[in-house]
């Protein structure tokens, strides 16, 4: 059975690929949602992808999340350094949520630093691009506890008696 997972994009995020390259890289809205679909798929969560320029809308969801026990991984713009809103909204989460970025904020302007998510997070993870959001979903992963789609059926795998025995490390370990 997989997961379902919201990835949550705030305002301007709808503009990737067009909008500061620089520091934003070219890969666009879809690029991003089809990144998670996929990185989705390998990791047992089944992820769906939206962006909203509205804040009402985007705690709506949030709500959405709690009320259905869903993780979130979350990329709340802007909204991220001053929506109370927001942060109040994800304080009654239900589930893991990791907050995303990717740039990274805290080597950026002084306003990008503060972040009022953070503190209502499991986890932050920013600066990686897209692999910010792919790391965001194995931390999803491994919170709520799904196993990966792609892994071997327990029987394939090696049994523990070909693996290379514990016992005689063990003194060197201790030494
Ligand atoms: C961002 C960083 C925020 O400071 C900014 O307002 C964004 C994007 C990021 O993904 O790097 O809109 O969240």
């Given at each position: ?6 990835v ?24 991003l949602a089809?990144?998670c ?10 992820v769906a992808v939206r ?125």
């Amino acid at each position: 059975m997989t997961t379902p997972v919201l990835v949550l994009n705030g305002p301007n995020l709808g503009r990737l690929g067009i909008r500061e390259p620089d520091v934003y890289g070219t890969a666009t809205l879809a690029d991003l949602a089809e990144a998670c679909r996929a990185a989705g798929r390998g990791l047992g969560l089944d992820v769906a992808v939206r962006q909203t320029d509205d804040e009402a809308e985007l705690i709506r969801w949030v709500h959405e999340a709690a009320d259905t026990r869903t993780p979130v991984v979350l990329n709340p713009g802007a909204f991220t350094h001053y929506s109370y809103a927001l942060r109040d909204a994800l304080a009654m989460r239900t589930a893991p949520l990791i907050e995303v970025h990717l740039s990274n904020p805290a080597a950026r302007e002084a306003f990008r630093h503060t972040s009022v998510v953070a503190g209502v997070a499991d986890g932050t993870v920013a600066g990686f691009g897209l692999l910010s959001y792919q790391l965001a979903l194995q931390a999803i992963a491994a919170l709520a506890g799904s196993p990966p789609a792609a892994q071997a059926p327990a029987a394939a795998q090696a049994p523990a008696a070909a693996q290379a025995p514990a016992a005689p490390q063990a003194p060197e370990r201790a030494q």
